[in-house]
């Protein structure tokens, strides 16, 4: 299995990006994507996640309202429309995926056993 995220760069503050993530290898759609990004000197943390076999999606709260998850499964591509982009959103963006992902945990790195390399978002004028 293999995730290639793209669609990073440089936006202004109150710009909008949307990332890709490439999901190559799995044999069906029974399995999750979830993204996360991490800042300089922070934690990774848990932005959003779906569900490619029924299209469920989540958000942790801090991510809700600005953050929106789409899927293409002929693709095998999802999507993640970032809205009202702040300075504070500056940093690398990942997805990752698995199969069997036990809901309640999507947001822990650890339900995640593939991992794309990341793509830089950065939030300046």
């Known amino acids: 299995v293999q995730l290639q995220a793209s669609g990073g760069g440089l936006v202004q503050p109150g710009g909008s990006l949307r990332l890709s993530c490439v999901a190559s290898g799995f044999a069906d759609d029974d399995y999750a994507v979830g993204w996360f990004r991490q800042a300089p000197g922070k934690e990774r943390e848990a932005l959003a996640y779906?569900?490619?076999?029924?299209?469920?999606?989540d958000y942790p709260d801090s991510a809700k309202g600005r953050f929106t998850l789409s899927k293409n499964n002929a693709k095998n591509t999802v999507y993640l429309q970032m809205n009202s982009l702040r300075p504070e959103d500056t940093a690398v963006y990942y997805c990752a995926a698995s199969r069997s992902v036990i809901w309640s945990n999507a947001a822990s790195e650890t339900a995640y056993a593939y991992w794309g390399q990341g793509t830089q978002v950065t939030v300046s004028s």
């Open positions: 779906i569900s490619m076999s029924d299209g469920s999606t």
